[in-house]
Nanobody, 121 residues
Framework: QLQASGGGLAQAGGSLRLSCAAS????????MGWFRQVPGKEREFVAA??????TKVYADSVKGRFAISRDNNMMYLQMNSLKPEDTAVYSC??????????????????WGQGTQVTVSS
């Protein structure tokens, strides 16, 4: 089971760091990603990282501001220069068979509980 944490309230221009942990499973063999969703809107891809951690892809809306990383059995999303439009529930996902390549959104089958990020102007 995946669990995202680290959300909260931040001011525009500020930073937050999200974490994703797994219980009862290892993430070492899985590609992983972050998605976000605002009530009434479709879930939006944010970033993904390959199993080895060498390939990282980002949505254009967060490129240059967010950084995805992984370490042992954890995944992180460092969010800098936050904007009010980044406000959403952020969820992490994993899949042993997902492929992370530039220009494509990976398909994930395991999803965790989200964490709320609110950015005030």
């Amino acid at each position: 089971q995946l669990q995202a944490s680290g959300g909260g309230l931040a001011q525009a221009g500020g930073s937050l760091r999200l974490s994703c942990a797994a219980s009862g499973r290892t993430l070492r063999l899985s590609a992983m990603g972050w998605f976000r969703q605002v009530p009434g809107k479709e879930r939006e891809f944010v970033a993904a990282i390959s199993r080895s951690g060498t390939t990282k892809v980002y949505a254009d809306s967060v490129k240059g501001r967010f950084a995805i990383s992984r370490d042992n059995n954890m995944m992180y999303l460092q969010m800098n220069s936050l904007k009010p439009e980044d406000t959403a529930v952020y969820s992490c996902a994993a899949d042993q068979w997902a492929t992370v390549v530039p220009g494509r959104i990976p398909a994930f089958r395991s999803w965790g509980q989200g964490t709320q990020v609110t950015v005030s102007s």
